[in-house]
């Protein structure tokens, strides 16, 4: 079994080395830009790939570390105060498409992950590096990311230019459409995507930058759940509904198929405006409604107070069919060719527990990216973001008495909000190959006073290759 499993990696592995290294050893054009349509990245002997078929590959590789900081005390599940070095991750994907009609198409995707991240992934609600699995035990053998159908039904008979990728092959589409997905996928694939702080392989790598942190999304402990999404496209405008199911434990693998019991409720609403000529820009709400076998902070609390517990115990205290809701805010504006502001602002209702993303209840970021056509590197990339996050008052409270979320646990809180700024530079080098130093300064690292700051130094490493696209 050991040897069977080992050679099903290796193949994966050859098969992904197949797609990454001819990107560094042909002549090809340079990385396209994001903003661009049809990025130009193609392998010439492969150029006469079918429209009908997509393959592609990536490799992202980030390594942190953060000197010594200041600490009074330090819990379970502190970030560790003495200085770490060099914890690195990394994630390997394999991206495959199928157009079976115009209309129709299956994706499939296989992944496979390592590594780990400063203090496991833990004492940092906005923690340093999103590529980190939050479990390390569970296996690094590769994995079926998403497997899903994706049908459109066309409403009009103009068509629309599209941009070819991974989860939609298209050239073209109808302007007013239903598109549907049903099958596995990533949650925010779909929802709370923005345009500039969405992509931990390009851009920032914060896990409150690359989504919203009050947004508790439906996953299990790699990011991925079973669901299904209906979009309306109209013009301007995209209104799009998910059900999605949801883990049976907080940050726990499996999920739990009985959806009368256990289940999210995704629905947000996308607008496209221009406040001047070639100036784009689009905003997202975003409501979401979480049914989980979830615990009560209050309940936990009281528990404890009473003598009941030794000390307080969400796990304990878990109901299933208890409910949690939360509300999103997105935006981005391009202020000029060159350069796009973003923010995010979440909240959500702060009684019952963290279940799958993290433990961030309210949120507000800011932030922008800046393209590298003014000094002569169209290629790169400047970001530079800020986030501000915070509890609701009960799962504070559960922290300063001792309990333990999945992310968080100081064993005491003095609290105050916890404020990120990351910034990165990403410099193109070569064809398929992109670096980027990284920053991020972390005030009152898990809403703790008596913690901090942390000034974490990273360095990501990003190989990618698309077969065929012209």
Avoid at 198 to 215: K, L, M, P
Avoid at 239 to 247: A, D, I, Q, T, V
């Amino acid at each position: 079994m050991i040897l069977q499993k080992r050679c099903v990696k290796s193949t994966w592995l050859v098969v992904l080395a197949i797609l990454l290294l001819p990107n560094m050893l042909f002549g090809r054009q340079p990385i396209p830009r994001e903003d661009e349509d049809e990025p130009a990245i193609s392998i010439p002997s492969l150029e006469k790939i079918p429209d009908w078929l997509w393959l592609s590959g990536q490799a992202n590789f980030i390594a942190q570390m953060h000197p010594a900081f200041h600490a009074l005390y330090s819990g379970e599940h502190s970030l560790r105060p003495e200085a770490e070095r060099n914890p690195r991750s990394r994630v390997l994907t394999l991206y495959t498409g199928l157009r079976l009609t115009r209309t129709t198409e299956v994706i499939f995707h296989i992944e496979e992950t390592g590594g780990t991240g400063l203090s496991q992934a833990l004492g940092v609600a906005g923690s340093p590096n999103f590529d980190v699995v939050r479990n390390p035990s569970i296996s690094r053998d590769p994995y079926v990311a998403r497997i899903m159908l994706h049908q459109v039904i066309p409403l009009s008979a103009t068509e629309v230019a599209a941009v070819r990728g991974p989860l939609s092959l298209a050239r073209t589409v109808p302007e007013r459409r239903l598109e549907f997905r049903v099958g596995k996928l990533s949650t925010p694939d779909f929802f709370d995507v923005n345009g500039v702080g969405s992509d931990s392989q390009h851009q920032f790598i914060n896990w409150a930058v690359v989504n919203n942190g009050a947004y508790d999304y439906a996953a299990d402990t790699r990011g991925y759940t079973f669901g299904a999404l209906i979009e309306y496209y109209d013009r301007d405008w995209v209104l799009r509904f998910g059900e999605m199911l949801m883990p049976t434990v907080a940050n726990g693998i499996n999920l739990d198929w009985d959806p009368t019991r256990a289940r999210a409720e995704n629905l947000e609403f996308e607008y496209h405006y221009r406040l001047a000529p070639d100036r784009d820009g689009v905003v997202r709400t975003l409501y979401y409604v979480n049914h989980a076998n979830m615990g009560s902070y209050r309940e936990a609390i009281d528990a404890f107070q009473l003598g009941r517990d030794p000390k307080p115990d969400i796990t304990a205290h878990r109901h299933q069919r208890t409910v949690k809701y939360g509300f999103g805010l997105n935006f981005e504006q391009e202020v000029m060719e060159e350069l796009k502001v973003f923010g995010r602002a979440g909240w959500n209702e702060g009684h019952h527990e963290t279940f799958a993303y993290t433990e961030i209840d309210r949120t507000l970021a800011l932030g922008a990216d800046l393209r590298g056509d003014r000094w002569g590197r169209d290629q790169d990339k400047l970001g530079v973001a800020y986030v501000i996050n915070a509890l609701a008052q009960d799962h504070r409270r559960y922290l300063a008495a001792g309990g333990l979320g999945f992310i968080l646990g100081d064993g005491a809180l003095h609290y105050g909000t916890e404020r990120i700024l990351e910034a990165y530079y990403r410099i193109h080098l070569w064809r398929g190959i992109a670096i980027s130093p990284d920053f991020q300064w972390i005030t009152n690292p898990g809403y703790n006073r008596d913690r901090g700051p942390v000034y974490v130094f990273g360095f990501r490493l990003h190989l990618e290759e698309v077969l065929g696209r012209t």
